[in-house]
């Protein structure tokens, strides 16, 4: 059974910082690519960050504006979302997406992140 279960969300004031966590199960964690969305109500899912399988390449979706850090740990099956200087614009649902080797598509549920004072 395919899992992504992500955490690490919360409330977090302007100027703070989080780290996301996606921990995969169930498909070939290593050999896929996994992408990071954030989703706003009545809005179309937005790429975020996007990194390769091995963890070599990374990409960033113009929100990223360099605040971003996209990594994982293959050992862990874990994909990581650190955001640095918050603002209120990045409150959102954020979730991850994983592209097998074989091009299926799985996604989680979300994470909420909610940026205010």
């Known amino acids: 059974q395919v899992q992504l279960v992500e955490s690490g969300g919360g409330q977090v004031q302007p100027g703070g910082s989080l780290e996301l966590s996606c921990r995969a199960s169930?498909?070939?964690?290593?050999?896929?690519?996994m992408n990071w969305y954030r989703r706003a109500p009545g809005k179309e899912r937005e790429l975020v960050a996007f990194i390769t399988g091995d963890g070599h390449h990374t990409i960033y979706g113009d929100s990223a504006e360099g605040r971003f850090t996209v990594s994982r740990n293959n050992a862990e099956n874990t994909v990581y979302l650190r955001v640095d200087s918050l603002k209120p614009e990045d409150t959102d649902v954020y979730l991850c997406?994983?592209?097998?080797?074989?091009?299926?598509?799985?996604w989680g549920q979300g994470t909420q992140v909610t940026v205010s004072s």
């Open positions: 997406n994983a592209v097998t080797a074989r091009n299926r598509i799985y």
């Open positions: 169930g498909f070939t964690f290593s050999s896929s690519a």
